[in-house]
Every structure is written in structure tokens, then in C-alpha cells.
């Protein structure tokens, strides 16, 4: 069974970036996308963007398109989350999950059904 582990979050500074990771375990056999999400206190969690496994498009949500993007490692089972001019309202509980072809071609549509545990990220001076 497929497994996640994010990495990556801490405490930065306005203005600053952070690198998430996502480990991934197991077979990703009959998976079609692995997305990111975040949740802040308070508030729903959200997709942050996603990338195909088979081609590697990638699909960033519009409210941080110009400041994040998603990259993947297939050789170290990676997928990271490039986070830059870092503002307090970054700051949240981030995790990446795998994600089911739904029948669009499109990740944000993948149902999303094992997650990793999150990592925090904290956005303050």
C-alpha cells in the first residue's frame, strides 16, 4: 500500500521560501495524481496544485500559481512543493496525497484517498 511522508516545513520569514517534500512508499500503481493541500487553523483544507504521475503535468491553484510550484524526483519517489515570497497566510498544515483518475484528465478532479500526516509551515517575523 502506497505511503507519504512530508518534509520540509518550519518557521520562515515573510518574504522567505520553503521546500516541501513528499515521500512516497509503495506502489503508485492505479494512482493517477499526487496533489498538495494545506489547511490553516480555522479553515478547511484546500488544494494547492498537483502533478500527473504519468506525464508530470503540473496544475498550480491561482492564488499561489505565481509563487509556488510542484516538481517530481521519480528516481527518489519525491514530489516537492517550491514555496517563495512566503506570506502569514501561507502559514498552515501542508500535506500531499495520492489521488484516483476520476475520469478528467485534469488533477484537480483525482479523488484524493491516502495522505500523509502534514508538516507545518509558519509564516511569521
Known amino acids: 500500500q502506497v505511503q507519504l511522508v512530508e518534509s520540509g516545513g518550519g518557521l520562515v520569514q515573510p518574504g522567505g521560501s520553503l521546500v516541501l517534500s513528499c515521500a512516497v512508499s509503495?506502489?503508485?500503481?492505479?494512482?493517477?495524481?499526487i496533489g498538495w493541500f494545506r489547511q490553516a487553523p480555522e479553515f478547511p483544507r484546500a488544494g494547492v496544485g498537483c502533478?500527473?504521475?504519468?506525464?508530470?503535468?503540473?496544475h498550480v491553484e491561482g492564488s499561489v500559481k505565481d509563487r509556488f510550484t510542484i516538481s517530481r524526483d521519480n528516481d527518489k519517489n519525491m514530489v516537492y512543493l517550491h514555496m517563495n515570497n512566503l506570506t502569514p497566510e501561507d502559514t498552515a498544515v501542508y500535506y500531499c496525497?495520492?489521488?484516483?483518475?476520476?475520469?478528467?484528465?485534469?488533477?484537480?478532479?483525482?479523488?484524493?484517498?491516502?495522505w500523509g500526516p502534514g508538516t507545518q509551515v509558519t509564516v511569521s517575523s
Open positions: 502533478i500527473i504521475i504519468s506525464d508530470e503535468t503540473t
Open positions: 496525497a495520492t489521488g484516483k483518475y476520476s475520469g478528467s484528465y485534469y488533477c484537480t478532479d483525482s479523488k484524493y484517498d491516502v
Open positions: 509503495g506502489s503508485t500503481s492505479g494512482y493517477y495524481s
